[in-house]
């Protein structure tokens, strides 16, 4: 069954040509990636996907009351409410329901102390007591229909997914109460992610959903998408999330789209081989063309004006073969060895047991670690954990409170941040890259740039009307080639789109230097690290390896800790923990064991608590309930002390579960 289509759909912003008989079909429980260069036009798709915009010219088809959800940058909030108050805004329906069933309950109650009266004369009697009976009945029966409705579409559950749905997304429960405009931009992108999720919308439209989630929080969301059951179109620069959730890649190159079964790292393979195929039909092309090329000439020597129409007839259709044939060129590898002036010496850095903290608050302590000539470490570690922070410690720009940092022979530090503050916005791309680097010929300042995508008249433009991206890929180029030795890079791959990303991998992968990055793009750790280290406020643990690596690891370390629960042993993650470090985990692990138990019975008490209520929610239904006020009475009040128990075990679950989590 088909969810959503497009056929023909073209759409131009002025003179600027935008799509082009733009066509696809999605069905029903498909999930989509929609990827391209940036500028390529893929928001403008969702917004006349969406009815934003109108096209041009084409057709849109959704399926018959299939619901549409859509992410985007600027999705509007209420700035007075509160986090959990604006998300909980999704079910007022549910809400109006529960509103409704308490009012029933109280008219029936009522209508049962009116049914036992005492009226005037017995012919009255009979006649109120009938009414009441009849009215009594048509009450229960409404409150039975709404109660069965109520409780399917979730009514018992509304308020708990939507906690567990902030948590996933990063939100902590003293933020809950917090007021939307106290948030940043990033957290009121996450909040809107929330409301849409909550929706759970026939048909989702997801405009780069990762943007401002930390990896746990984007591994939550990859489960969550997982398990969604219907139709998604995906707008992403995060490949190793493609690669996650996709089945069908689509992709905007050129106003058109291109189609590929599968998912990003699918589509990457398909498109080299559909790029060698037409490599090879070119070749082909141009070996015949110069051989019909030599027949012209020797048409052209014999000077007659028939023969002369004819060669110039030939060259025409030659000329169009040439055009047709050509493969596209996709990005350039950058099979440059970027080398440092300077090398450094193989000890680059020592920490060791660094702690810092902000007004008495901790943020990390006993982070100790080494880095060697040569690696390419990632700094992972959930957002607010204080990478940044270590970060501007090895720089000098922030004290720690105490332990040490010891730098090795010869290092020479460099720092990107997503600021760009090493450019000079009155110079163009060309004159930044040379100035700092006089020693370069033209030739190789312009091969530089073009292994960072400055082609062209490209290399002329001023800093300052570059797009974001462009000057990041400006900001990293200078810093490559600077006299630095050990590049410390934070989120380097923001405001990069896929190619832009590939390039940079390339040319990092090549650098014959060190380098410490901060990066939440799992695909671009998976490509350029050699070693991880996943910062905690307890410390830090070293991975020897890429993210595939480190991903196995922590696998491993939970099946051995799952073995020791079992095996009532208390058994070290890895062989080169210390003492201390044995010592706490031995203390996490009988805690996590309890609290897994305490989670289990928790969940077990909340069963039993929604059968005593759907008994209750019976008995009331009952005749010789509800036409008896003191049953009646009982009943009612035994419900609303049920209805408490079960929210105060609700919310020990989420407290246990987030608990969980944590550990």
């Not at 108050?85 to 009012?103: H, P, Y």
């Not at 990632?378 to 270590?390: C, D, R």
């Not at 490559?480 to 989120?491: A, H, R, V, Y």
Request: a negative charge; proline letters at 2%.
């Amino acid at each position: 069954m088909i969810a959503l289509s497009c056929n023909k759909i073209s759409k131009t912003f002025g003179i600027d040509e935008i799509l082009r008989d733009i066509s696809f079909s999605i069905n029903h429980g498909e999930k989509v990636g929609l990827i391209g260069l940036n500028g390529t036009g893929k928001s403008t798709l969702f917004r006349i996907v969406t009815g934003e915009i109108p096209p041009d010219s084409g057709d849109i088809f959704k399926a018959r009351e299939h619901t549409l959800g859509y992410l985007r940058q600027d999705n509007l909030l209420n700035e007075e409410n509160q986090v959990l108050e604006e998300v909980l805004t999704i079910f007022r329906d549910l809400e109006i329901m529960e509103e409704r069933l308490r009012s029933l309950e109280v008219e029936i109650a009522d209508l049962g102390k009116e049914d036992v009266g005492s009226p005037s004369s017995e012919t009255t009697s009979a006649k109120a007591a009938s009414d009441t009976t009849e009215l009594l009945e048509q009450k229960m029966k409404q409150y039975s229909a709404l109660l069965e409705e109520f409780d399917a579409r979730g009514g018992y559950s509304y308020k708990s997914e939507a906690r567990g749905v902030l948590v996933g997304l990063g939100f902590s429960k003293e933020e809950f109460f917090q007021p939307i405009y106290q948030l940043s931009g990033g957290q009121k992108t996450r909040l809107s992610l929330g409301k849409l999720l909550l929706k759970n919308p026939d048909i989702l439209l997801l405009d780069e959903p990762t943007n401002h989630l930390d990896i746990g929080a984007i591994q939550w969301l990859e489960t969550f998408l997982r398990n969604y059951k219907g139709t998604m179109l995906l707008i992403s620069h995060d490949r190793y999330f493609l690669d996650q959730i996709v089945t069908r890649t689509f992709e905007l190159e050129n106003k058109t789209l291109n189609i590929f079964n599968g998912n990003y790292s699918t589509f990457m393979k398909k498109k080299q081989e559909a790029f060698q195929q037409q490599l090879k039909k070119h070749l082909e092309n141009t070996k015949e063309i110069e051989k019909e090329k030599d027949k012209i000439r020797r048409l052209r020597q014999h000077g007659t004006e028939k023969l002369m129409n004819r060669a110039k007839s030939k060259e025409k259709q030659f000329e169009k073969m040439e055009k047709e044939s050509a493969p596209v060129v996709g990005r350039k590898e950058a099979n440059i060895r970027f080398k440092p002036q300077l090398e450094s010496g193989y000890d680059v850095l020592f920490a060791k047991d660094l702690a810092k903290s902000f007004e008495e608050e901790a943020l990390f302590r006993d982070v100790t670690f080494d880095i060697y000539r040569g690696e390419k470490i990632a700094l992972i570690g959930p957002n607010g954990v204080g990478k940044s922070t270590l970060f501007k410690m090895i720089l000098g720009d922030l004290p720690y409170d105490r332990g040490k940092i010891r730098e090795g022979h010869h290092v020479m530090k460099a720092y990107y941040d997503q600021e760009m503050e090493n450019l000079n916005h009155s110079k163009t791309v060309m004159d930044e890259i040379w100035d700092e680097n006089p020693g370069l010929s033209h030739t190789e300042v312009r091969t530089y740039l073009g292994s960072f995508l400055f082609f062209g008249d490209d290399v002329f433009k001023e800093i300052s009307v570059l797009s974001g991206g462009e000057k990041a890929r400006v900001s990293l180029l200078k810093l490559i080639l600077s006299k630095s030795n050990f590049i410390l890079l934070d989120e380097p791959t923001n405001h990069l789109d896929i190619q832009s990303k590939e390039v940079l991998e390339e040319a990092l992968k090549n650098y014959l230097g060190t380098l410490f990055f901060i990066s939440h793009d799992r695909y671009f750790i998976n490509r350029v690290a050699t070693k991880i280290l996943e910062l905690s406020p307890e410390g830090v643990t070293t991975y020897l390896g890429n993210y595939d690596y480190y991903l196995q690891k922590k696998k491993e370390e939970q099946w051995a800790l799952e073995d020791a629960q079992i095996e009532g042993e208390d058994k070290p993650r890895t062989q080169t923990e210390k003492k201390q470090q044995q010592r706490k985990e031995r203390e996490q692990q009988k805690a996590l064991k309890q609290l897994k138990k305490a989670f289990t019975e928790t969940e077990e008490a909340i069963a039993a608590q929604e059968a005593l209520l759907q008994e209750l929610e019976n008995e009331m239904c009952k005749e010789e309930v509800y036409s008896d006020p003191e049953k009646s009475r009982k009943i009612q009040k035994d419900k609303l002390a049920g209805e408490k128990t079960l929210e105060t075990l609700y919310e020990q679950w989420e407290a246990l579960e987030e608990e969980i989590n944590t550990q």
